[in-house]
């Protein structure tokens, strides 16, 4: 994919990585405001989500460690 910027609508974001939108949203907090995502309009929060392609690539491929049992 050769993208001029890294910054994606959530339509192409979900399409790339093959997730759904809810997906994003369930991560929402997990991921860091203006590094992974930003809104279009900061002061509207029901404004369009942005989101840099490359850093949700890495966090969605990121191995989670399993939990051991105490």
């Given at each position: 994919m050769n993208r001029i910027s890294p910054w994606v609508k959530t339509?192409?974001?979900?399409?790339?990585?093959?997730?759904?939108?809810?997906?994003?949203?369930?991560?929402l907090?997990?991921?860091?405001?203006?590094?992974?995502?930003f809104r279009?309009?900061?002061?509207?929060?029901?404004?369009?989500?942005?989101?840099h392609l490359e850093r949700l690539e890495k966090f969605f491929c990121t191995p989670i460690t399993p939990r051991t049992k105490k």
């Open positions: 339509s192409e974001a979900t399409a790339y990585l093959k997730v759904c939108r809810q997906t994003l949203s369930n991560n907090k997990r991921l860091n405001y203006g590094y992974h995502y279009k309009n900061p002061a509207n929060r029901s404004s369009a989500i942005i989101w």
